[in-house]
C-alpha cells in the first residue's frame, strides 16, 4: 500500500501530516488548545462513500531542534460515521513526530491511538485508518509517499471497510 502527504492526523497531526482533511489552525505551542472540527473524508468506491468525523479536545505543536516537530493530541475523541448513519468514537490522543531525512524526506512516527486519513494517490485508494501502537511513514519533499503507506508494529484498522464498506 503506498498514500501521499495529504495524509491527515485527524487527532494529532494537524498540518504535519497533512495527513488527515485539514485540522483547525493551532499556534505552534507546547500547551495544546480546544479543538471542535468537523469534517469530511472519501472512501473507495463512489463519490457518495464518504465518512464524517467530529474531533473534540485538544492539539497542540511542539517544536524541537533541527526541523523536528512533535504533534500532541491530549483527550481527543474522533467521531467517525459512515454513510448509513453507524458511528463509532474512537479516543485519538496519540503523538505524531517527523523528523527531516535527506532529499527532502521527512519521517513521521505516530504512536498511540490516532486516525490517519490518506487520498487516493500512489496506486491504492482514499482511506481512513485506526492506528494503535507505532506507525511510520516517509513523505518526499513534493508530498508522495516514499516506501510503503504504514511500517512498523502497529495495528492499523480501515475505518472505510468498517464504517463505508463497498457494496
Known sequence: MKTSSTRILAPAALAAA????????????PVPQ???????????????????????GK????NLPGGRNIYTAPGLRVTVTG?????????????????????GNVLFTATGTNVIT???INDHPA???????????ILDAD???VGDMFTGKGKVTDLCKLLAPVS
Do not use: H, M, Q
Request: charged residues 15%.
Open 34 to 56: 480546544p479543538i471542535v472540527y468537523e469534517y469530511t473524508a472519501p472512501c473507495p468506491g463512489s463519490e457518495d462513500n464518504f465518512l464524517s468525523f467530529t474531533a473534540v
Open 18 to 29: 497533512a495527513l488527515v482533511a485539514p485540522v483547525p489552525a493551532v499556534a505552534a505551542t
Open 118 to 120: 490518506v487520498p487516493e
Open 83 to 103: 454513510p448509513d448513519g453507524d458511528s463509532r468514537t474512537y479516543i485519538a490522543t496519540g503523538a505524531t513526530t517527523t523528523r527531516p531525512l535527506d532529499k
Open 143 to 145: 508530498g508522495n509517499e
Open 59 to 62: 492539539v497542540g505543536e511542539i
Open 127 to 137: 482511506g481512513v485508518y485506526y492506528t494503535a501502537g507505532t506507525v511510520n511513514w
